[in-house]
Antibody
Framework: EVQLVQSGAEVKKPGESLKISCKGS????????IGWVRQMPGKGLEWMGI????????RYSPAFQGQVTISADKSRSTAYLQWNSLKASDTAIYYC?????????????WGQGTLVTVSS | QSVLTQPPSVSGAPGQRVTISCTGS?????????IHWYQQLPGTAPKLLIY???NRPSGVPDRFSGSKSGTSASLAITGLQPEDEADYYC??????????FGTGTKVTVL
């Protein structure tokens, strides 16, 4: 059974750094792209980017390029999403998702979500 | 910026058929990229409902079906059930090299 288990909720202050994680199991972690999707409070889904754990090839949405860093450690079957300096507008639920391919990438399995709250 | 536009809400009585449209452009759906659909029940993570325009993952009831034509697509729910009350999102890919989600539709079962 494919499972993606994310790290717990975080409360941070503006300007602080943060790294959240997503551990995959039940499939070959190195042969599927894995990525992140943001959902701000009461809003829709926004695709942030993906990484291929086997060679760390990374693709970002233009909207998130330079704002976050996506990484992966294939020895731990874990993907990460990192901020260097959080803003209040980063408050959201962040989902990791395994991506399959059918003419293009699409998320097929999702983690449970990590709530990030940024407030002074 | 490319957008996949969905109606904010649709509603229907139990047993009825409802459809959700997803309108894109020549840079995404019209460029030949396929459509996928997700269901997000209140307070939970999204779940894949339809992939590759009209394919259902194992376990998804056959009352859910998808179609695509030109620069748009649609999701149909036939025989609406109370447990279908949720948010639904379409998803495709854009030539700007980005995965795109639709604006989302809230389905209400009357």
């Amino acid at each position: 059974e494919v499972q993606l288990v994310q790290s717990g909720a975080e409360v941070k202050k503006p300007g602080e750094s943060l790294k959240i994680s997503c551990k995959g199991s039940g499939y070959s972690f190195t042969t599927y792209w894995i990525g992140w999707v943001r959902q701000m409070p009461g809003k829709g889904l926004e695709w942030m980017g993906i990484i291929y754990p086997d060679d760390t090839d990374t693709r970002y949405s233009p909207a998130f390029q330079g704002q976050v860093t996506i990484s992966a450690d294939k020895s731990r079957s874990t993907a990460y999403l990192q901020w260097n300096s959080l803003k209040a507008s980063d408050t959201a639920i962040y989902y990791c998702a395994r991506h399959s391919f059918w003419s293009s990438y699409y998320p097929d399995y999702w983690g449970q979500g990590t709530l990030v709250t940024v407030s002074s | 910026q490319s957008v996949l536009t969905q109606p904010p809400s649709v509603s229907g009585a139990p047993g009825q058929r409802v459809t959700i449209s997803c309108t894109g452009s020549s840079s995404n759906i019209g460029a030949g990229y396929d459509i996928h659909w997700y269901q997000q029940l209140p307070g939970t993570a999204p779940k894949l409902l339809i992939y590759g325009n009209n394919n259902r993952p194992s376990g998804v009831p056959d009352r859910f079906s998808g179609s695509k034509s030109g620069t748009s697509a649609s999701l149909a729910i036939t025989g609406l059930q109370p447990e279908d009350e949720a948010d639904y999102y379409c998803q495709s890919y854009d030539i700007s090299l980005s995965v795109l989600f639709g604006t989302g539709t809230k389905v209400t079962v009357l």
